[in-house]
T-cell receptor
Framework: NAGVTQTPKFRVLKTGQSMTLLCAQD?????MYWYRQDPGMGLRLIHY???????AKGEVPDGYNVSRLKKQNFLLGLESAAPSQTSVYFC??????????FGQGTRLTVV | GQNIDQPTEMTATEGAIVQINCTYQ??????LFWYQQHAGEAPTFLSY????GLEEKGRFSSFLSRSKGYSYLLLKELQMKDSASYLC?????????????FGGGTRLMVKP
């Protein structure tokens, strides 16, 4: 009964390094999302996907790229990390535009 | 643009009732969600309103007035485990493909 699984859970990066965050869901959901959560700012949508092979920009897409090669996976990439990308990242999925189910989050620190 | 406002923090006593308000200004409206998020954990779904009125689910109820751009979450018989952040989110068909926009969240502290 995994639901939405994110890896890794924690990561520290140096400025300029790259990394990929992996999100996997086992609910056969069409829609998947990446959010970042910063104190006092709520959840902000980075990128989203409405199906395998499709991606679209959200509210704060700059500095991030995504890919949805398989329906169950949604990858978030940081090509050149910056301190401003220090945040908690949440992946979510939904059946259509219904209730979103969230992963446990990835706490990323860029030094 | 999108604007969703909630109080930043609230404090209430165990056993009491608390109302958490959410006001929104969006170009369109296609439903309002409430999520609960315990510290360090993922948000989990609480309730959904798309029509005006009250939706009741056990100790939790949510109210919506579309004409006023207003919703509230009502928590009854508060328990210590209700200490968490409560997130209001609006689905706007004119925003990024009908995606959710979240408010900043209300951190509720329940005291004995």
């Amino acid at each position: 009964n995994a639901g939405v699984t994110q890896t890794p859970k924690f990561r520290v990066l140096k400025t300029g390094q790259s990394m990929t965050l992996l999100c996997a869901q086992d609910m056969n959901h069409e829609y998947m999302y990446w959010y970042r959560q910063d104190p006092g700012m709520g959840l902000r949508l980075i990128h989203y996907s409405v199906g395998e092979g499709t991606t679209a920009k959200g509210e704060v897409p700059d500095g991030y790229n995504v890919s949805r090669l398989k329906k169950q996976n949604f990858l978030l990439g940081l090509e050149s990390a910056a301190p401003s990308q220090t945040s908690v990242y949440f992946c979510a999925s939904s059946r259509g535009q219904g209730i979103s189910f969230f992963g446990q989050g990835t706490r990323l620190t860029v030094v | 643009g999108q604007n969703i406002d909630q109080p930043t923090e609230m404090t209430a006593t165990e056993g009491a009732i608390v109302q958490i308000n959410c006001t929104y200004q969006t170009s369109g409206f296609n439903g309002l969600f409430w999520y609960q998020q315990h510290a360090g954990e993922a948000p989990t779904f609480l309730s959904y309103n798309v029509l005006d009125g009250l939706e009741e689910k056990g100790r939790f109820s949510s109210f919506l007035s579309r004409s006023k751009g207003y919703s509230y979450l009502l928590l009854k018989e508060l328990q210590m485990k209700d200490s968490a952040s409560y997130l209001c989110a609006v689905r706007d068909p004119n925003n990024a493909g009908n995606m959710l926009t979240f408010g900043g969240g209300t951190r509720l502290m329940v005291k004995p």
